[in-house]
């Protein structure tokens, strides 16, 4: 036999805590609570995810102004379906108030006269 001396397992209470890791903390200031991280990090990350995005949309022949563009197009069409829509509308009711007040009207007259 050896005389190899077999260490005792650790016990549950002598575990020393693993260390933290500054990667995950949460946020100290307001501001990099909003941000999402620190102004610095997220200054850079920003930066370099614009660089990617700004160049696959070059390579897809689409600019800036072109999105802005198709906004404001986009805000026009919503608005012109909104007022047209209002004028459908307003064409229903007329179209219903042909029929429904004179009908409305002889109802109430004839109740009074019963009266």
Do not use: C
Request: aromatic share 10%; net charge positive; proline share 8%.
């Amino acid at each position: 036999m050896s005389d190899e001396k077999v260490a005792p397992l650790p016990s549950s209470r002598a575990q020393a805590k693993p260390p933290e890791d500054d990667r995950w903390r949460k946020p100290d200031t307001p501001l990099a609570r909003f941000l999402g991280g620190s102004p610095a990090g997220v200054f850079i990350r920003l930066f370099f995810l614009s660089i990617i995005v700004g160049a696959l949309l070059l390579w897809l022949d689409v600019r800036p102004i072109d999105i802005f563009h198709g906004i404001g197009r986009l805000a026009t069409r919503i608005w012109n379906l909104g007022f047209s829509a209002i004028h459908e509308l307003g064409d229903y009711l007329v179209a219903g108030a042909v029929i429904v007040v004179p009908l409305w009207l002889a109802y109430r007259l004839l109740v009074m006269r019963r009266r």
